[in-house]
């Protein structure tokens, strides 16, 4: 697969571990990844105490989501949030203090971490996403090699004696079945990024009130912010999606094919690509993130 459609949906990086988790396919798969959203918002997130942490990480069911406090805090493209701001280096981000040092998902490439007291990783969601991670490889290594296979298209009979025919025959023969072969190849690989598109909306999921930092190749590449978060505006969780027109549409705020409201982050304030994501459900906003699409996973 190239590299740009890893870059532009948070994809394809090494292989992980098959063994034991390798059974791990198909409808299994989905299910740990939404059982692994389950426990990973058992936390209160970033606002968590110490039992709370320590409830999230033992699996406890599902509590309350975060409400948002009365100084709520900032989030904006240009002074980032809790000391994280785009194009910072994973390195410098761990430094900082305001991530938990494991990382909470490894799917794609790309590495994501909970803020500090947030989300413990949830090890039925990492053996799932490693599974899936050593499947898409192996989806795509077949229909690479099924690619070079039919590059070349057989040659014309250098005559129409019956010798050259044939052999002209032979080789259309051997073509059609290698692009067949392509051909099952491609499906099969669709249907593994289908599988990884199940898989990121369970993750989004499982931390979208508890937020997370995702990291990629160069650096930062998106920032889920906490529920009690607030754009400069006021904007964040529980906001109406009237609010959110209201603050934004004159700068430009669009409704995305996958439902989620982008704005970009502004001109001469942050790097080129970098926007807000505002997930919204029932006319409400549930979700706040700044991302840079354009970047890399691995």
């Known amino acids: 697969m190239s590299k740009s459609w890893a870059g532009r949906s948070g994809e394809a990086g090494q292989a992980g571990r098959a063994g034991r988790v390798g059974r791990l396919t198909g409808a299994a ?8 959203g389950a426990a990973a918002c058992g936390s209160n997130g970033a606002g968590a105490d110490g039992a709370g942490a320590v409830a999230g990480r033992a699996g406890a069911p599902p509590t309350a989501s975060p409400t948002p406090s009365a100084t709520p805090e900032p989030f904006s493209a240009l002074v980032g949030y809790r000391g994280l701001k785009p194009g910072m280096t994973k390195d410098v981000a761990l430094a900082t203090g305001a991530l938990e040092a494991a990382p909470v998902s490894l799917l794609n490439g790309c590495t994501d971490f909970a803020y500090r007291s947030g989300p413990a990783p949830d090890p039925v969601r990492m053996a799932a ?3 899936l991670q050593a499947k898409y490889v192996q989806a795509n290594a077949r229909n690479e090699a099924a690619r070079k296979e039919t590059e070349v298209f057989p ?11 044939k052999s002209f025959t032979d080789r259309m023969a051997a073509f059609q079945e290698k692009s067949k072969a392509r051909q099952e190849a491609h499906e099969q690989l669709m249907k593994v990024f289908d599988e990884l598109k199940a898989a990121r909306e369970a993750r989004d999921l499982a931390f979208l009130t508890t937020g997370r930092a995702g ?6 590449r998106e920032l889920v912010a906490p529920a009690g978060a607030r754009t400069a505006e006021g904007i964040g969780a529980g906001s109406t999606v009237a609010e959110l027109k209201a603050a934004y549409e004159v700068q430009g705020l669009q409704l995305g094919k996958d439902g989620k409201y982008t704005l970009w982050a502004g001109i001469g304030q942050v790097e080129q ?23 890399y996973c691995s």
């Open 155 to 165: 040659a014309p009979p250098a005559s129409y004696s019956a010798k050259d025919v």
């Open 273 to 295: 690509g970098w926007r807000y994501e505002f997930t919204v459900d029932a006319e409400r906003v549930t979700g706040l993130a700044l991302a840079n699409r354009d970047t």
């Open 29 to 36: 798969l989905a299910a740990a990844l939404l059982a692994g």
């Open 215 to 220: 990291f990629g190749l160069e650096g930062l």
């Open 129 to 131: 996403e490693e599974a």
